[in-house]
């Protein structure tokens, strides 16, 4: 085996091992299955979107590429509209509200990002990269089962607004399960993408049409937002875990530090990391995300103070008492792991441009200080967090998650499982999850009765998920054995994950 790719949907990661087998390396290979997924699972990802890409070239440096959305602004453009909530049922029992329209839309980054990987670690044409994106955009690609779920979940924002509602119920409902998906509009997005790279949509007729429309109806995105916009190189914050180094998205993203943090906390609890220590360390993470924590994103000393190893023993002691990833790893040691958000999506489709843009400005997890708090310019805080474990400078397993909130304590499990007992990356990625927030833990089926009876016998209250669930994440990690260098990959069934190798 020469590469293995691990993304949210079979077409993706098939298109991602395509290029390795074209002599791609792991970057090239995120790339194609990125634009790849624009076209197969467009309701979570696309041009309107931003990311995080963590490359680590063997033997030589890890560099987190920032591509996550950016709060608008610059133009001095007053707010015309506000934002709408919109509650999204998981299942019967999780709810979760989002809100839309085109007051909840930042500046987005992916076409800035994707440019910038492909330039600085890439080895192959973008064009060429782009071309399966733009067959599946224009001919079309059957929906499958977790498309279509998560198409009927996102149904009332996709049925606000016209142009979304007519791409995602074209016969006046959702689209269902081997129904085809066509979005010829984002064919030829793809297209101008291949041929000029991310020009048109910063400083050209796509990001002309993209603020005209938006600022039309009631949006902030303005002319001087989407020009000033440029995707950064930051170097990872790493964590000691298990005799391993874990790097991780850093500051002004929250989600790596957070995950950083949970797992200095676990290595001081105890060599096993069962529920009850998994809770006691979100709970630690929970409460150091306050307003400090926000305010200190945007400064030098957060990772400093919070990872500490003095005050991670002080807190281990005190404890005592909408989004889509890929992963990529090649025969030559290069991984590349990368997440790319719409939120929930906005539901305002860009007429002619085939960008769907975010509602990062009207999710409140990304916006603890409050909604449109953040200065223009300033990236929104994000839980993605694309994440490589060394082990001697070699890459053991990269990974990253979907999930909202939920991505770091899906991060967090997925890291425990593989490192703590051996679990190979499928296995790990499949294993039940627990969340704690809000008070309230939320379990999957499988996690040890004992241990959350203990729980709740301590005075916090345990759901039980009847079954797995997007609501916990869609992990997507590769690995590569530490004995024998074998690669392998685990696709999360909660996201319709799969697995493809080269």
Known sequence: MTGVVAAGHPITAEAGVEVLRGGGNAVDAAVGAVLTSFAVESPLTGFGAGGFMMVHEDGGETVLVDFFVAAPGQDGIERGAELVPVPVHFDEETVQTFYVGPASCGVPGTAAGLELALQRFGSAPLGELAGPAIRLARDGAPVNAEQAYILRILAPIHERLEGSRELYAPRGRPLREGDVFRFPELAEALER????????????????????????????????????????????????????????????????????????????????????????????????????????????????????????????????????????????????????????????????????????????????????????????????????????????????????????????????????????????????????????????????????????????????RPRINLFFGGVQAVARDREGGALSGGGDPRRGGAVATA
């Open 193 to 464: 993408f291949g041929a000029a790279g991310a020009e048109p949509f910063y400083r050209g007729e796509v990001a002309a049409a993209l603020s005209e429309f938006t600022v039309r109806h009631g949006g902030t995105l303005g002319p001087a937002d989407l020009a000033a916009y440029e995707a950064i190189e930051r170097r990872p914050i790493r964590a000691r875990f298990r005799g391993t180094d874990v790097l991780t998205n850093p500051p002004p993203s929250s989600g790596g530090i957070l995950i950083a943090y949970c797992l200095g906390l676990l290595e001081r609890l105890g060599e096993r990391s069962g529920p009850e220590q998994l809770v006691a360390a979100m709970d630690a993470a929970n409460r150091a995300r306050g307003e400090a924590f926000a305010e200190a994103l945007y400064g030098e000393g957060l990772e400093a103070s919070l990872l500490d190893p003095a005050a991670l023993d002080l807190a281990a002691g005190d404890l005592l008492g909408s989004t889509t990833h890929i992963s990529v790893l090649d025969g030559d040691g290069m991984c590349a792991s990368v997440t790319c958000s719409n939120g929930s999506g906005s539901g305002v489709l860009v007429p002619g441009t085939g960008v769907i843009l975010n509602n990062m400005l009207g999710e409140e997890d990304l916006n603890p200080l409050g909604f449109h708090s953040i200065a223009p310019g300033r990236r929104v805080p994000s839980m993605m967090a694309p994440t490589v474990v060394l082990r001697d400078g070699g890459v053991e397993l990269g990974l990253g998650s979907a999930g909202s909130n939920r991505i770091r304590s899906a991060i967090v499990q997925t890291i425990v499982r593989a490192l703590e007992e051996g679990m190979g990356a499928g296995e790990a990625v499949r294993a039940p999850r627990l969340h704690f927030e809000a008070g309230i833990v939320q379990a999957e089926p499988g996690l040890d009765e004992e241990a959350l009876a203990r729980i709740e016998a301590g005075g916090v209250p345990v759901a039980r």
